[in-house]
């Protein structure tokens, strides 16, 4: 069982920063890959970026490349998500998730574990 702690979200003007983190506990793979994803009030869940944790290489979705960057640190056991020059069509509730087959996929039905989401609002 995997367990995943989200935190970090928050209101930030258009064109500011925010740093989510995701904290992993419990068992997993020794290759697997931490997902990003957001989902806005109506609309579905969608892929934003994904790393694998094994080699460090990551993947965006075009709507967020350049602007945001997957990264992590294996002392603590957490992912980050570092969000740039935001915009208000990034706001929505963002989730970490685990795919636990060590290919990076952007589809939600390969992750198997969901942290609890978090909550970011850029307003103009």
């Known amino acids: 069982q995997v367990q995943l702690v989200e935190s970090g979200g928050g209101l930030v003007q258009t064109g500011g920063s925010l740093r989510l983190s995701c904290a992993i506990s419990?068992?997993?793979?020794?290759?697997?890959?931490m997902g990003w994803f957001r989902q806005a009030p109506g609309k579905e869940r969608e892929f934003v970026g994904a790393q694998r944790w094994s080699d460090g290489s990551t993947y965006y979705a075009d709507s967020v490349k350049g602007r945001f960057t997957c990264s992590r640190d294996n002392a603590k056991n957490t992912v980050y998500l570092q969000m740039n020059s935001l915009k208000p069509e990034d706001t929505a509730v963002y989730y970490c998730a685990v795919d636990q087959t060590g290919h990076i996929h952007t589809t939600k039905v390969w992750y198997d574990y969901w942290g609890q989401g978090t909550q970011v609002t850029a307003s103009s």
């Open positions: 419990g068992r997993t793979y020794s290759s697997f890959v």
